[in-house]
């Protein structure tokens, strides 16, 4: 008889490890691959701060993030 494992439908606690988690590399669409990016501040807003990442060989704007 195979164990079934329990799950919980309650979000699991984040770890502080991910609070400031970044991208170092994304897919851009013009190099057709993944490479490496900057992280660039946007603007602040009363909800935290929006980031633009770009790749570092085009400058393509390839992903973007929005901190609490």
Known sequence: MAARAAY????????????KFSASQLYCAKCKQA?????????YIPGGEMFDYT????????GSRKTK
């Open 8 to 19: 919980s439908n309650s979000q699991p606690e984040e770890s502080a490890s991910y609070e």
């Open 35 to 43: 490479m490496p990016v900057k992280e660039r501040l946007l603007l």
């Open 55 to 62: 790749c570092v060989k085009c400058g393509t704007s390839v």
